[in-house]
């Protein structure tokens, strides 16, 4: 029983790290969705999503809003659904 709650809050707190490391690796403030720029399939993320983790800074594209990310024929994540 105490290895179940301990990895629990384990997998809790290496999420809440991604997490932080997804937002202190980010270059600009202020926007809302990410995107890659060299993936084959134009899909749009959460900054919080675990693909979005995965996007090179070099790659990355920043979208304020969910429509500006649509216009330029970009999908949402069907993981975190932005």
Sequence with gaps: MK?????SVLIAALM???TLAVFAATPK???NYVA???AAKKVFHL???KWASKIKQS???YFVKREDA???GYKPCGV???
């Design 36 to 38: 890659s720029s060299a």
């Design 80 to 82: 975190c659904k932005p």
């Design 47 to 49: 900054p919080t999503c």
């Design 16 to 18: 809440m790290l991604t």
């Design 29 to 31: 403030t202020g926007f």
């Design 59 to 61: 790659n990355a594209v």
């Design 70 to 72: 649509v216009k330029q």
């Design 3 to 7: 290895h179940k709650i301990f990895r």
